[in-house]
């Protein structure tokens, strides 16, 4: 019997070291090129690379709790509803550009998202990948996910063109220094004709871009620090968090041979006010405005 959940994993994984192929014993995987050996946990490869920041995972670890805690405010209660209408948003673009037959995915970053469910129980393999391998157990757990890596998004441990579909959503800006390694990962994942699906934070969105164009990132991230403190805020940033902008995205994919780009219309704004979101709905009238100044970009991308 073998110590993943879903032995049908092994087409996929690599090793986040070397790209070598894994192999099993009775508890736990080693690569046959560098001989790394990697710990399972309840049926979840947890493929790390050796050189992972602690603090980086240590910092996830905190987010992933602040994620489970209710929002109390009537503005967070506003904007908790925006992000889950985003994410349906979201789901609904990916729903409207996928096609039958039974197609591998992916969903990077995937946190406790649970929009999986519907597209592995059409016949697919989805795989769910997240740092945090505890937020894996939940998805596992509760919403009997079949598919499920623990590793770091800078060393992907997969092998490259297998799969149809890559989505990650707002993971790019817990990375945004590497923002162009990411994405070339991201394509090496696919298979020719292959599509990726983005959403992240804007740092062109209305209500951002005057700090975006103001302030130096190290300058932003210490007063928004200073900010969530003073608020004790519900959600507070880990540090290295910043919003990268659709320009410069699509300018990235197109530079690294994706076609038939799209950027797509968002209705929903998180983290605002219940008066500014009427402004964001007066602008947004316009499709230029809920396409590049919303608070997330929503991208896909086909590669060639
Ligand atoms: C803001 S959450 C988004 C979660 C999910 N995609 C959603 O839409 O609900 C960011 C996610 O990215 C994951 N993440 C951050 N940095 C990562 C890294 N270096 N490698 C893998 N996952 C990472 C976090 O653990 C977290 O689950
Ligand atoms: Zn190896």
């Known amino acids: 019997m073998s110590c993943l959940t879903n032995p049908n994993l092994f087409q996929f994984v690599a090793c986040p070291q070397c790209g070598g192929d894994l192999i099993e014993d009775s508890t736990s995987l080693y690569c046959n090129q560098c001989s790394s050996k990697f710990e399972v946990m309840r049926g979840i490869p947890l493929l790390y690379p050796s050189g992972m920041d602690p603090v980086h995972l240590y910092e996830e670890e905190n987010l992933a709790a602040m994620m489970k805690s209710d929002r109390l405010t009537p503005k967070e209660k506003f904007s908790a509803a925006q992000w889950e209408f985003s994410k349906q948003e979201f789901w609904s673009m990916v729903e409207r550009n996928i096609q039958p037959p039974s197609k591998a995915f992916i969903n990077i970053g995937c946190g406790y998202d649970n929009n999986f469910s519907k597209i592995q129980n059409m016949g697919n393999t989805f ?5 945090v391998y505890k937020m894996l157990f939940e998805l596992q757990d509760k919403f009997k996910a079949k598919s499920c890596v623990a590793g770091d998004i800078t060393n992907l441990p997969f092998k490259k063109g297998k799969l ?14 590497k923002l162009t390694a990411i994405l070339v990962s991201f394509r090496d994942l696919l298979k020719n004709g292959g599509i990726l699906f ?14 975006s ?22 959600h507070r940033p880990a540090d290295y968090e910043s919003p990268t902008n659709v320009w410069g995205v699509v300018a990235i994919l197109k530079k690294l041979g994706f076609e038939d780009i799209k950027v797509y219309p968002h209705i929903a704004y998180p983290c605002i006010s219940k008066t500014s979101y009427q402004l964001y709905k007066a602008l947004s009238t316009f499709d230029f405005i809920r396409k590049f100044h919303n608070y997330h970009y929503m991208i896909s991308a086909t590669k060639c």
Request: proline share 5%; hydrophobic share 40%.
């Open 127 to 131: 795989i769910n990948f997240d740092m």
């Open 164 to 177: 149809d579909y890559v989505i990650s959503i707002d993971v790019l800006h817990h990375e945004s220094e």
């Open 198 to 211: 983005l959403e992240d934070p804007n740092a062109w969105g209305i209500f951002q871009m005057a700090k």
């Open 213 to 234: 164009i103001f302030l130096p990132i190290p300058v932003y991230r210490r007063l928004r620090s200073i900010y969530h403190r003073i608020r004790k805020s519900s």
